[in-house]
């Protein structure tokens, strides 16, 4: 009896190694292999485009930058509210992502299923937009939090800081 009861100990840690120590890897693994694929999901040509510039893959978390650009007509809408010197320099801005692999569970819903990945998001703000630093002070103005589903299924969910200020001499946010 006391034989069988080390083989199932020693069964249960190696599988609780492997689950916490193995599957981390191979998911960061995957995720970098499909990063630009998950990328290419969240884009929605003639609106946005989003292009993977950087990926640097760790044991249990990779960093990755990528760049969104707005085109057809909401750069167009966009570009009318806020006029810049150019109409050709397309809208774009750098997006920083912080993502842990493995199993994760974390999206502020503890009754989700296990999950490969979860990608927090956050937009890069250039030092001298002093609209969104006005508005938001240090805070990032957006975070995306994304989870990737053993199923493939991505779950995004999109947060902002409340802010209050000047737009525009017309426009006014609250």
């Given at each position: 009896?006391?034989?069988?009861?080390?083989?199932?100990?020693?069964?249960?840690?190696?599988?609780?190694?492997?689950?916490?120590?193995?599957?981390?890897?191979?998911?960061?693994?995957?995720?970098?292999?499909?990063?630009?694929?998950?990328?290419?999901?969240?884009?929605?040509?003639?609106?946005?485009?989003?292009?993977?510039?950087?990926?640097?893959?760790?044991?249990?978390?990779?960093?990755?930058?990528?760049?969104?650009?707005?085109?057809?007509?909401?750069?167009?809408?966009?570009?009318?509210?806020?006029?810049?010197?150019?109409?050709?320099?397309?809208?774009?801005?750098?997006?920083?992502?912080?993502?842990?692999?493995?199993?994760?569970?974390?999206?502020?819903?503890?009754?989700?299923?296990?999950?490969?990945?979860?990608?927090?998001?956050?937009?890069?703000?250039?030092?001298?937009?002093?609209?969104?630093?006005?508005?938001?002070?240090?805070?990032?103005?957006?975070?995306?939090?994304?989870?990737i589903r053993f199923s493939g299924e991505i779950i995004n969910r999109?947060?902002?800081p409340p802010a209050q200020g000047q737009l525009t001499k017309d426009?006014?946010?609250?």
């Amino acid at each position: 009896m006391n034989r069988i009861w080390q083989i199932l100990t020693t069964t249960i840690i190696l599988i609780v190694i492997i689950i916490l120590g193995v599957f981390p890897i191979l998911s960061g693994l995957m995720l970098r292999q499909n990063f630009s694929v998950v990328l290419d999901r969240l884009s929605e040509p003639n609106n946005w485009i989003l292009r993977e510039v950087e990926f640097n893959r760790g044991w249990f978390n990779s960093e990755a930058r990528s760049i969104f650009t707005l085109e057809g007509e909401l750069a167009k809408q966009l570009q009318s509210l806020v006029p810049t010197n150019n109409a050709k320099i397309p809208l774009q801005v750098t997006l920083n992502h912080h993502i842990q692999h493995g199993p994760v569970l974390d999206m502020g819903h503890p009754w989700l299923l296990p999950a490969v990945s979860l990608i927090n998001t956050t937009i890069e703000v250039q030092d001298n937009n002093q609209i969104v630093k006005s508005l938001f002070k240090n805070q990032s103005f957006l975070q995306i939090k994304t989870l990737i589903r053993f199923s493939g299924e991505i779950i995004n969910r999109i947060e902002s800081p409340p802010a209050q200020g000047q737009l525009t001499k017309d426009i006014k946010i609250n």
